[in-house]
DNA sequence: TTGTACGCGTTATCAG
DNA sequence: CTGATAACGCGTACAA
């Protein structure tokens, strides 16, 4: 038996358009009313009915996000910061993981869609056709989050990634006449593409030939940094500097390199994305590129909230700040 | 303009009851019906309205999980595999993070109330009274997840706390005359609580005085670790081993005794808690007390599906399986 | 300041 | 196999 605004207004003898009104804080209703009503819905433990309401007035408060990898502490960072404003707004955020498969995203684009979702955050790897025809179809204010759309329709919040990859690209040139690279899944990372095209810009700009000996595929966990370092060093025996795509395959490496006692820094140079809390406790700790979860978080929460109340918003693509942190691992 | 079964129906030629056969699956409709409906929806690209068939049904496909620290990667491991395994039984995850606030709880609880989840998983860090009666009085199927219940008619999954600090100490009066722990929140923590228990129980059983001294309060974060680990260096010289109560904090400490030139495990035996990936991935490795997360995830969901489809579960107090791992750290 | 009556989009019951 | 109709719980004109 659940208990309805029916029970409260019978039981409180006022009429349902009251107890709803004080529910949504009318104006329009007399103190004492007000008290009496509230006690009822206390004694009676009423809970409000969302499905109810939402069907009623075509809002459901609920923001929906699409990551790929709960295992990613950046993400999670962000995650948690959108769940913070989120809520200082009065909207819920409901997350679907996706862990990288686009059937995955396909389908909690749908669910949120089902879910009359009045906002949605899309941070997952890839941004598919599909997947963005999808979105479009849906007319749902959205953000998307991991990379950069050429699509001028769409609004995006991420690392300005390109310049980002550069940055570290012109430090490791100065260290060394060539750098390797542990990049993120072939087709299917925006942000790791956009990473590789930073790293491109500068070994064009400098006149040295990428080659293909110098890249290793990861797939952004400690293993595959640990397995690309492998290969990598033993590829190209004179290798000073490497640059991974986030902190945890650069952990990986910093791992492959202590157990086969090769010296960091001195004998080679490691740097990772993202700025993660672990990091800073790893021995030597981590040169990386630091970027703000919380800053993600709060201009994608800001952003979106203009979109759903039909604010223009200035930029197609917003950049959040980052900044290559020097530690121990490098020079 | 939002697309309804209405506007399916009337371009399909049909009546409102049979789109809706038709969307349920319904065996009572004709191939061609079924053909020519689910063609309308195609092109009017059609979705469900959840809100509505909730509240007609009374039924959400939701399940609410209040959990404390987005940071914590054992608890998104868990989180993952719960996702998973309800995404096959059609249930959607929304999870609330409580960040350890009581408040927060409180609010969550009340959130999925209105939103009236099927089911609820508290994997947050305190079962406070107020938590327990705002749950007990939902009638939400509810499990426990971070810790014992002595509340018989309450369901908990969870590691065996207790057990698992045993087998620690066990282990560590075998290297050392005492040891040292670094726990969690003092009031807070469920888990703490146990752990601390086991160890109690293993001082007393060996007659030893565990002295305020060899006890250090932390949060659970890197840098509570590292703290901690200096003072209770310096509060006792010829320490020898140390139990922090998750590897976050252990890390810490680890990387407190590099900083300062202690030399791990030959002076000193750091051992933490969950056995999350980043364990295995610094230098030394490190010794932990192993749970899955994912044997977790999967033990509370099978548990509350019964608990949902009203069955009988055998047991109040489930515990899911934990081994201590020697790694480098110790000894 | 309060109450009445309708409709949101769906499913379930019943009749055909 | 299909269709009409009531009901789920709430918010909001409109009337009083």
Chains 1, 2 share one sequence.
Not at 106 to 114: C, E, I, P, R, S
Not at 129 to 136: C, G, R
């Amino acid at each position: 038996m659940t208990i309805t605004m029916k029970d409260v207004a019978s039981k409180a003898g006022v009429s349902l358009s009251t107890v709803s009104r004080v529910i949504n804080n009318s104006t329009l209703v007399s103190k004492e009313t007000t008290i009496k009503v509230k006690k009822t819905i206390d004694q009676l433990d009423y809970q409000i009915n969302d499905s109810a309401r939402a069907l009623r007035t075509n809002i459901s408060n609920l923001i929906g996000v699409i990551g790929a990898g709960m295992d990613n502490p950046f993400l999670m960072n962000a995650l948690k910061s959108i769940e913070t404003k989120a809520l200082k707004k009065n909207y819920n955020i409901i997350y679907g993981d996706s862990d990288g498969e686009l059937e995955q995203e396909l389908y909690y684009v749908n669910m949120f869609k089902q879910k009359k979702v009045d906002g949605l955050i899309i941070m997952t790897a890839n941004f598919s056709d599909e997947l963005i025809n999808s979105v479009k179809r849906s007319n749902i204010s959205t953000i998307f989050a991991s990379g950069y759309l050429d699509q001028t329709d769409l609004l995006s919040v991420t690392v300005n990634n390109i310049k980002a990859a550069e940055d570290v690209s012109d430090y490791l040139f100065d260290l060394s006449d060539y750098f390797a690279i542990i990049r993120g899944p072939y087709n299917d990372s925006v942000a790791s593409k956009e990473r590789m095209q930073g790293v491109k810009n500068k070994y064009k700009e400098y006149n040295i030939d990428l080659k293909d000996k110098y890249i290793s595929e990861g797939n952004f966990t400690f293993e595959s940094g640990y397995k690309s370092a492998e290969i990598l060093l033993n590829n190209n025996k004179d290798l000073k500097a490497i640059f991974a795509f986030n902190d945890q395959m650069a952990i990986g490496a910093i791992k492959y390199c202590l157990d086969n006692k090769i010296k960091i820094p001195e004998e080679i140079s490691i740097v990772g994305f993202d700025g993660i809390e672990a990091s800073k406790y790893i021995k030597p700790t981590l040169s990386t590129v630091f970027q703000s979860g919380n800053d993600l978080g709060s201009e994608i929460m800001e952003n979106l909230l203009k979109l759903m109340a039909d604010e223009n918003v200035e930029n197609d693509n917003i950049f959040i700040p980052h900044k290559l942190i020097i530690r121990e691992s490098s020079i």
